[in-house]
């Protein structure tokens, strides 16, 4: 089976965080959202700072991971983020 991998770019650290898996761009997208409305989430804190992107699939079958270059974006925090 395969799944796609995500990571979400952080501007302020200059670096993506370590990578997730889900079946589809609307799954991942909606844990980035969940995750940017936690309001104990860093995402949630500096929703300015993060970025979604689409950074490969995974082949459970293969063990392979293939890259996706460049980086598919997926979406911003802002473009999610509830507010108070």
Do not use: C
Not at 59 to 72: F, Q, R, T
């Amino acid at each position: 089976m395969f799944k796609k991998v995500y990571s979400i770019h952080d501007t302020k650290a200059e670096a993506y965080i370590q990578p997730f898996f889900a079946q589809t761009d609307g799954l991942a997208l909606r844990m980035f959202e969940d995750n940017v409305n936690n309001k104990d989430s860093q995402l949630n804190m500096h929703p300015e700072d993060f970025t979604l992107y689409r950074v490969g699939s995974w082949d459970d079958n293969k063990g392979l991971i293939e890259s996706e270059v460049p980086p598919k974006h997926i979406g911003t925090a802002t473009e999610y983020y509830k507010g108070e």
